[in-house]
């Protein structure tokens, strides 16, 4: 059976390229008109432009979510324009790649505004009209909220925070909105960039062999999990996390 979101309005966060994109194109075609919100202008005017291609209803809000006020107006945006909220995806997220010792509380800081404090923010500030649309909020978190690679600490305690935060929501804004949470493992998003940096991926056998179910996970692969998330089929599903990894977390390992 074929989900229909027609008639309903998606925000969704970091859309302008990867998974957010792909999320955005995946609801859109179910029937939603989408928010893509993104940093970038660039990014947000060519997603807002391929989505309308496709058919989307969809409006470009350039937007820092890390800075609460943007993230607010980012909803204020949305709702002066379709006058309704059913679907928030917090998909914005971002990293950094330093040495443990080199981490400054400002780059601590960033990484916690944007991967936590703006779910947060926009689930607070969308609330009203998602309880009124008896919809539902999805998070991306990530496998680097349960397992960890050296020097990933502010992204994975951004992440851990964001799937408690889940659970939280799910509680305060029961019965009335169904709070869920994603975890990607290795996603490959090439082709999911701005249409001027698409590229072929380039991965090796070994990439996909390392994963259970045989191959490196797509942004498809996520954007399915979330429009069942938020479709009436997901409607006993609250307070939980999927953890969308090909079984990578799952799998022992052992040196030989």
């Not at 496709?54 to 002066?80: E, I, K, N, T």
């Not at 020097?151 to 925070?161: D, V």
Request: charged share 25%.
């Amino acid at each position: 059976m074929s989900t229909s979101l027609r008639g309903k309005l998606a925000l969704v966060t970091g859309a302008g390229e990867g998974i957010g994109r792909a999320i955005a194109m995946r609801l859109g075609e179910a029937g939603a008109a989408v928010a893509v919100v993104e940093i970038d202008a660039d990014s947000a005017k060519d997603a807002e432009a391929e989505l309308r291609e496709h058919g989307v209803d969809a409006m470009a809000v350039v937007a820092d979510v890390g800075d609460p006020a943007q993230a607010r107006r980012a909803v204020d945006q949305a709702l002066a324009r379709w006058h309704r909220l059913d679907i928030l995806v917090n998909n914005a997220g971002i990293g950094i790649h330093a040495p443990f010792e080199e981490i400054t509380v400002e780059q601590w800081d960033r990484v916690l505004a944007v991967n936590l404090r703006a779910p947060f923010i926009l689930a607070q500030a969308s609330a009203p009209h998602l309880r009124r649309a008896r919809g539902s909020i999805v998070n991306i978190a990530s496998t680097r909220a349960f397992m960890s690679e050296p020097n990933t600490e502010p992204y994975s305690a951004s992440k851990g925070g964001l799937v408690a935060l889940t659970h939280a929501l799910a509680i305060t804004l029961g019965p009335h909105v169904r709070v869920n949470c994603i975890s990607p493992g290795w996603i490959e998003t090439s082709l999911w960039r701005r249409r001027d940096r698409r590229r072929s991926p380039e991965l090796r056998h070994v990439d996909h062999a390392q994963h259970p179910v045989g191959r490196v996970g797509r942004p498809e692969d996520v954007a399915a999990a979330c429009l069942f998330l938020v479709s009436d089929d997901a409607g006993f599903m609250t307070g939980a996390n999927v953890v969308l990894d090909g079984g990578m977390t799952v799998k022992m390992l052992y040196e030989p």
